[in-house]
């Protein structure tokens, strides 16, 4: 081959090709050229996300950042995805996550939460999930370093013993009556290990162990009887609603119920007499002459017994004698 200058050219342009597209590789350029689908989500902030940044889900790449434009006072993010394996659906969530404290920016789509949700199509809008911000998250570290070290200064040689110096005039000033605390909670906490005391007993007895056990044991025998009880309750509530025994007749029986019916009814018909006047009964309670004869006869019978009282037992004998003979 002639070493000519179009041979160095064409060499020259072919490692330019090369070069391009392997640096198109890297910056993804390539994936201009390959058939996909778009979906959005719109964040607070992108936290230094940039366009040709990497669309992952799972951890796996499946497409680019193609572009970031204000949209309703927030920024919105419209990714290419180029896998079309991955099944995008319209509950998944995007975040915007980092590989690392200098890593490189990414948004993160989150798989579906419902089997039944809908395939994110092209344009979709999908939900966003704001992540704390890394300079945030700096500034708390500080704040927390800071804290730190102001107590690790608070908690020098001199700062300490300026701490526990009152607490230790405290002590030496107070000896004798520490002293006869602690041997007070000895003694008190001898007593209940022996047994002695209320706490003791409480503690150490049996008897009271016993009773607990008798209570606890008569709570359940209680309880079974309840629920016996309740059992029987429910056995009398359903073969009454079944219309059997007595009260599940009267509540139940049509025929039972037609003879009340028609026994109130007779009574209601003989109220309603009495009350115009019908029958021996409603002319007793309706008829005034009824009512002044009845009155005559006992005025009659109350004069004759005061006259019997004037005369003497023997004429009331005689009179009666006298009346049969």
Do not use: C, W
């Not at 025994?245 to 039972?256: N, Q, R, V, Y």
């Not at 009495?274 to 002044?292: A, P, W």
């Amino acid at each position: 081959m002639k070493n000519t200058l179009e041979t160095r050219l064409g060499i020259f342009f072919a490692l330019v090709l090369i070069a391009a597209v392997l640096l198109m590789e890297m910056i993804g350029g390539l994936e201009f050229f390959q058939q996909g689908y778009h979906v959005k989500a719109r964040f607070n902030t992108i936290q230094d996300l940039k366009e040709g940044d990497p669309v992952k889900m799972g951890g796996k790449k499946i497409g680019r950042v193609q572009s970031i434009e204000f949209a309703e006072d927030r920024l919105e993010v419209t990714m290419k995805i180029t896998d079309r394996r991955a099944r995008i659906k319209l509950d998944s969530k995007a975040s915007i996550k980092f590989l690392g404290l200098m890593g490189q920016n990414y948004v993160s789509l989150e798989f579906s939460g419902s089997p039944t949700a809908m395939i994110a199509e092209e344009g979709a809008l999908l939900e966003s999930v704001e992540q704390p911000d890394l300079s945030q998250l700096m500034t708390k570290l500080d704040g927390v370093a800071g804290g730190v070290q102001n107590l690790t200064k608070s908690l020098s040689g001199d700062n300490l013993g300026n701490l526990m110096g009152p607490l230790t005039d405290f002590i030496k000033e107070n000896k004798d009556k520490l002293g006869a605390i602690i041997g007070s909670v000895q003694t008190v906490s001898s007593q209940i290990a022996e047994g002695k005391g209320t706490v003791g007993k409480l503690i150490n007895e049996d008897t009271l162990y016993a009773s607990a056990l008798s209570t606890v044991t008569n709570f359940n025998e209680t309880a079974v009887d309840a629920r016996n009880l309740m059992g029987q309750a429910k056995s009398l509530l359903a073969e009454t609603e079944q219309g059997k025994g007595t009260i599940g007749k009267l509540l139940k029986d049509e025929a039972l119920y037609q003879e009340s019916s028609e026994a109130m009814t007779n009574l209601k018909e003989i109220f309603q007499k009495i009350n115009r006047g019908q029958g021996s009964v409603g002319k007793l309670v309706n008829d005034e002459t009824m009512f002044k004869n009845v009155k005559m006869t006992l005025q009659k019978l109350d004069k004759a017994a005061d006259s019997l009282e004037d005369q003497g037992p023997m004429s009331v004998i005689g009179l009666a004698v006298g009346t049969l003979f």
